[in-house]
């Protein structure tokens, strides 16, 4: 597996590549990065993984400085996982200079994460944009975990016409049901244990929704109180239209529960999709 840090020795590199697909990440890579890489050698044969934390989409107070890097370990997973070649820049070779310019995303962004994160989405959108320009990718492989992430990346490749097919992988579970995400390593043992109950909660709604039940207020604010009565702190827990991430209309069967809450000091993240009965 090749690891290459600059922009023009990864043009230099990937110009020999007729397909070329790519899997963006932050690092610390753990088994639902790797199903993301398995996933992108079934679209292209040479699958490269960016590694890059990027500044831009972590707002104040947000963790970082502190965000997990593990490079060396990184690379012998996805060497093992099929990956071709790891683009890792530092900061000064993606923001040689201040990135002035910027992607403003549509006002979906502001809603649900963007509400709890101001800006995330902004620099997510703008570095993704970059990735893409530098890379050349004819695929493009995120998580659905980061649900509204990949709605945001979707409309910005449809919007912009670029030539990158974005392809969703089904979020990777621990055996309890918890999606695997890089902060759960923050969880404390007692924690880690009481983690899987946000999904737990989500499927509840899930379960309600596809045997008929459509008051989805009442759905919303159960899974709510389940959660704070073992010590959650709840942002939001919504069924929203998968189309648009908005409020469902009554005949809608697309649907998506999505949920966030704190744990102690951890912020988890999880979503389920909903087919409702016609």
């Not at 020795?9 to 697909?21: K, S, W, Y």
């Not at 009442?218 to 073992?230: K, N, Y």
């Not at 942002?235 to 069967?253: F, I, K, M, N």
Request: with cysteine.
């Amino acid at each position: 597996m090749e690891i290459i840090r600059t922009v023009a020795e990864l043009r230099d590199r990937l110009a020999r590549e007729p397909n070329v697909g790519c899997v963006p990440t932050m690092g610390n890579i753990h088994d639902g990065h790797l199903s993301l890489v398995r996933l992108g050698l079934t679209h292209s044969p040479f699958v490269v993984t960016t590694i890059f934390v990027n500044r831009l989409q972590f707002g104040q107070g947000e963790d970082f400085e502190s965000y997990p890097r593990t490079f060396e370990d990184d690379c012998a997973k996805l060497e093992a996982a099929g990956c071709a070649l790891v683009f890792h820049p530092d900061e000064r070779e993606m923001y040689p200079e201040p990135q002035v310019f910027s992607v403003d995303p549509p006002p979906v962004a502001n809603k649900l994460e963007g509400r709890f994160r101001p800006g995330h989405f902004r620099g997510m959108a703008t570095v993704v944009l970059k990735l893409f320009n530098i890379v050349q990718p004819k695929s493009a492989v995120f998580g659905k975990k980061d649900y509204q992430q990949i709605h945001i990346v979707r409309h910005m490749v449809d919007q912009l016409a670029l030539p990158v097919r974005i392809v969703a992988a089904e979020t990777y579970r621990a055996d309890d049901g918890l999606a695997l995400s890089s902060r759960n390593r923050y969880l404390s043992p007692t924690e880690r244990a009481e983690a899987a109950r946000l999904h737990e909660a989500l499927q509840q709604v899930r379960v309600a929704v596809e045997g008929g039940d459509r008051n989805f207020e009442a759905l919303e604010f159960a899974a709510d109180a389940l959660l704070a009565r073992h010590g959650w702190h709840v942002d939001y827990v919504v069924v929203r239209s998968r189309r648009t991430l908005t409020q469902p209309g009554p005949d809608e069967r697309d649907l998506v529960v999505l949920g966030a809450a704190k744990l102690g000091k951890t912020r988890l993240i999880d979503n389920l999709e909903i087919t409702a009965p016609a």
